[in-house]
């Protein structure tokens, strides 16, 4: 599985915005397809989750502001960010978790978006 995410940019705290992770290639399952940032210094962290069934889970710091969801026919998942604060700042990743053709787990990562809310 192939993962290209983008739509990042410059916006103003407290503004919107949303990025796509479209993804491509072949797999027995998805497992799940997350979304992760890293800002200068810090490490990489998950910021949202969606999972096959549907759940969803978020990091404390952006529940109620971030939304997470996915349009199976375009094979893309969104994260829905409003409410930007500085502190949003950083690289996203988007990632899948998946089977591939011969039902081995593996994980891919998307190139990486960069996202940076000024004040």
């Known amino acids: 599985v192939q993962l290209q995410a983008f739509g990042g940019g410059l916006v103003q705290a407290g503004g919107s915005l949303r990025l796509s992770c479209a993804a491509s290639?072949?797999?027995?399952?998805?497992?799940?397809m997350n979304w992760y940032r890293q800002a200068p210094g810090n490490k990489r962290e998950l910021v949202a989750e969606l999972t096959a069934v549907g759940t969803t889970d978020y990091a404390d710091s952006v529940k109620g502001r971030f939304t997470i969801s996915r349009d199976n026919a375009k094979s893309t998942v969104y994260l829905q960010m409003n409410s930007l604060k500085t502190e949003d700042t950083a690289v996203y990743y988007c990632?899948?978790?998946?089977?591939?053709?011969?039902?081995?787990?593996?994980?891919?990562w998307g190139q990486g978006t960069q996202l940076t809310v000024s004040s």
């Open positions: 990632n899948a978790v998946y089977l591939n053709t011969h039902g081995s787990p593996l994980i891919s």
């Open positions: 290639g072949s797999a027995l399952s998805i497992n799940a």
